[in-house]
């Protein structure tokens, strides 16, 4: 049976890159996709969606336009130096399709997810607000949520927005404190792993290739790698969102550890992903005995992305 997912994004470049992977995949069945304030505004990420979904003539999966901003904190800029002024590196995308509906996320994932026979998995690679929300309106639909996996925060790896904090994290900090403190079972593929995997250019120049995408990767991945040559010198591009995603489609690819997650929310720190490793809880303390999240720390890189190349060009 495949996995139902649902994959919440603020699609940029990796969240392209992510979805292609999930909408290619045949272990993964999408029930819909809901969008977030990050790389780009919220609508803009259902435009981006949109383009995607027709690109890959997959309309039938709904989208939903979700929250666009913190819950509390305030919107920071959205990082066009990274993924381009629209998100898609040299696309700009208008297209809204029928398929984008006008329920707003948050409802939307509530009902879905409560009304499910199944289990879903929730992949989110954006910000965690609109899950972070659903989960403190209707803490009952906790029952039926298989997983969480989490494109987000760091264990031993310093952050991207700063030293502290991974961007999706700092993105809205709270609504990340409510879903690593709720009941459901909770993955972090931190910038640990997702900075390990490295896209040269070798590797692109075969994406690029791709009959039906190749002109698509090729155009959202150029600003994407620049960013990556001035500001670390890497001569390729890190998918973060892309690992996540295959991440739910085969575990086997990263070692993980398991500890609980508390999310700073506030000043120097703010956004950073602290792991409690211990096993011992003094009772009484605000460290409550929140249950414990798997933590990737390792990935077998030459393997994740031939699986991803395995993927696209089945
Ligand atoms: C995360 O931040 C976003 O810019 C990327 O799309 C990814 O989800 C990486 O820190
Ligand atoms: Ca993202």
């Not at 809901?34 to 999966?61: C, K, P, W």
């Not at 700009?92 to 984008?100: F, H, I, L, P």
């Not at 409550?288 to 060009?313: A, G, P, Y």
Request: with cysteine; net charge negative.
């Amino acid at each position: 049976m495949k996995k139902k997912i649902i994959i919440d994004t603020d699609c940029g470049v990796d969240d392209s890159l992510a979805l292609l992977c999930a909408l290619n995949s045949d272990k993964l069945e999408i029930l819909c996709i809901t969008t977030v304030f990050g790389n780009v505004s919220v609508r803009q990420a259902a435009h981006n969606t949109s383009y995607i979904l027709r690109m890959t003539e997959r309309e039938d999966i709904p989208i939903l336009i979700g929250q666009a901003k913190p819950i509390v904190q305030p919107l920071r800029y959205p990082p066009d130096f990274i993924h381009g002024k629209y998100g898609l590196g040299t696309i700009r995308s208008e297209y809204t399709g029928k398929n984008v509906l006008t329920t707003s996320a948050v409802e939307y994932l509530i009902q879905t997810i409560r009304n499910s026979d199944d289990k879903i998995t929730i992949i989110t690679i954006g910000p965690l607000t609109n899950i972070g929300l659903a989960l403190q309106l209707a803490p009952d639909i906790q029952d039926n949520i298989e997983e969480i996996i989490v494109m987000g925060g760091a264990y031993q790896a310093n952050g991207n927005v700063s030293p502290a904090a991974e961007a999706n994290i700092y993105g809205d900090a709270i609504a990340a404190e409510i879903v690593f403190r709720s009941d459901c079972l909770t993955t972090m593929v931190g910038l640990d792993v997702t900075t390990k995997v490295v896209m040269d250019k070798d590797y692109l120049s075969v994406l690029n290739n791709h009959k039906l995408y190749g002109n698509f990767i090729k155009s959202i991945t150029g600003t994407y790698y620049d960013f990556h040559v001035n500001c670390f010198d890497i001569h390729g591009i890190t998918p973060h969102d892309l690992v996540t995603v295959l991440y739910s489609i085969d575990k086997s690819l990263f070692t993980t550890i398991q500890g609980r997650i508390y999310v700073s929310a506030d000043g120097r720190m703010m956004g950073q992903t602290y792991v409690d490793r211990r096993t011992d809880i003094v009772p009484g303390t605000e460290w409550d005995n929140r249950i414990k999240s798997n933590i990737c720390t390792e990935v077998n890189v030459e393997n994740l992305l031939s699986e991803f190349k395995n993927i696209l060009f089945q």
